[in-house]
Structures are given as C-alpha cells and as structure tokens.
C-alpha cells in the first residue's frame, strides 16, 4: 500500500524542544513551550513531543509535568532507556515513550537504536513496565530490516524510522536510495505487526515524499516547525515594537 491509498490521515506530532532551547537560552520563562503546545493543538497537532534529555538541554520534567496537566493531546515522550528516564515516564505516564539513543556531545538524536543483546535484556523488562502503566513504547531506528526484525516480540508496538539521512540526500542523487530503504524498512515493520512511523529532519519541501511511504500512521516534526514560526511570526513581532514607538501611540509615557 503506497500512501496514495491511505484510509486515515497521517497523525502528526509536534516537537517542542526548541521553543525550550529558545527559552533555555535566556535561562528565563518565555518562549514557554507550553504555550507553543496550545497554538499547535489549535492548528491541528495529534500530539505533542517532548525529548528530556539526560543534560536537560532544551525540555525538563518540569515542562513534562506542566505539559501533562494542561494539555489535552496525547504527549511522545523522546528519551534514553535509562534507569532515570524510566522513572521519569512511569511518574509521569505520557501516551507514548519513543527510545531514542543518546549521545552527550551530539546536537541532535544521531542515529538509530542498536537493538544488541545488552539492550534487548532491558528492553523487553521495561515495554513490560510500559505497558502495565499503559504507556505505548516506540523505537527510534535506522532504515536497517536486519536490525528492525530484532524488535519483533520485545513488547514495543511501533518503529519511528529515522529520516534524517533521507532528509540530508533530499534533492541529491541518494534522495532515491534513502527513500527506497526507508519504504524496505517500512514494509518490514507493518510485516512484524507494528505501527510505522517517521521523524527527523522533515520539512515542507522533504515531506511530501515520505507520505508515500506504505503503512505510514505519523509523522514526529520540531526543528522545522519552531524554524519557520519563528520566521513567520518576524514580520508581526517587529511591528508590534514599531507601532510602540510611533509618536503617541498608545500606551507610551508621556
Ligand atoms: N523523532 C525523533 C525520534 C527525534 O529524536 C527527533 C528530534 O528530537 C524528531 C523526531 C524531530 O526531529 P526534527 O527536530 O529534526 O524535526
């Protein structure tokens, strides 16, 4: 099934982490990510993601907790499988926990996991804990079929397909490879069962392609969501600075 006979619409999850670095770059309150939550639930999110990662650099519990109380849309939780990441999901029971792998000195979420026996032996405990908690488990992989078939009966229900290497080919002459392999790659997950779905790297112009995708149920968007609104919203920020400073405009002091 390619994505032209889709009978839903394709769930999109909106990545709030960089309202948080913008945030976090003040060290202050404002942009809230909260409050970015709100607008994209407005414009028609189905969830909302949030990567805690283990130095806090952009998102902390704090924005999860807050984001648990306020939101009505289901939260995808981004985060390591560690002990402390475990803790922090079942206090919080978001929807979803996507596994992602991490790295300190990485800017962005690098690769896919590697699912070797190591990380198959916690694994399977912790999709377990999920999902008495009712905590859905995703995996965060590469288009690799060899490695997504390791998944198969470790309790998780869905892969995320890494797209940011497709995203890096796009308009070159790999964008054709990477596709094919992520399209291999999703045919193998709906084969084992599991819900297929896409993140990274995604934008306007690169997106359209991957709807193709057989079997694609969600799309996981932030770095170029949080890039053009703050583009888009340049032209009305600054004209609310310049009618302040007409002469008598309201609201100025005598
Ligand atoms: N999906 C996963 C698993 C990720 O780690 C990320 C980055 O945090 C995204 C989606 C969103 O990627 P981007 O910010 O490039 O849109």
């Known amino acids: 099934m390619m994505g032209g006979g889709r009978a839903l619409p394709v769930r999109l999850g909106v990545n ?30 189905d969830q909302i993601v949030l990567h805690v990662r283990e130095d806090r650099r952009h998102a902390n519990e704090t924005d999860l907790r807050r984001l648990r109380e306020t939101s ?7 985060m390591a499988l560690s002990p402390e990441m475990e803790l922090l999901a079942l206090s919080h029971r978001p929807e979803r926990v996507t596994l992602v792998p991490e790295k300190r000195q990485e800017r962005t979420t ?7 026996e190591a990380f198959l032996s916690r694994l399977r405990p912790f999709a377990a804990r999920c999902r008495e908690s009712g905590i859905r488990v995703s995996l965060f992989m590469d288009p690799d079929p060899g490695m997504i078939a390791r998944a198969g009966g470790t309790g998780v229900d869905q892969v995320e397909l890494h797209t940011g290497p497709y995203a890096r080919a796009f308009g070159g002459e790999d964008e054709e490879k990477a596709l094919d392999e992520l399209v291999r790659a999703a045919e193998a997950i709906h084969a084992m069962g599991m819900a297929v779905a896409a993140g990274h790297g995604l934008t306007l112009f690169n997106l359209p392609a991957i709807l193709g995708l057989p079997w694609l149920s969600e799309v996981n968007i932030g770095h170029s969501i949080v890039g053009r609104a703050v583009l888009l919203g340049m032209r009305e920020a600054v004209g609310e600075i310049r009618t302040l400073l007409l002469p008598n405009a ?5």
Do not use: K
Not at 19 to 44: H, K, M, N, S
Not at 250 to 254: A, D, F, K
């Open 250 to 254: 309201p609201g100025q002091r005598p």
């Open 16 to 45: 709030i982490d960089h309202v948080a670095t913008l945030r976090q770059a003040r060290g202050e309150f404002d942009p809230d990510p909260l409050f970015a939550a709100q607008l994209a639930r407005l414009a028609g999110a």
């Open 72 to 78: 009505s849309l289901p939260v995808n939780l981004e």
């Open 110 to 116: 690098e690769g896919g996991l590697v699912l070797d």
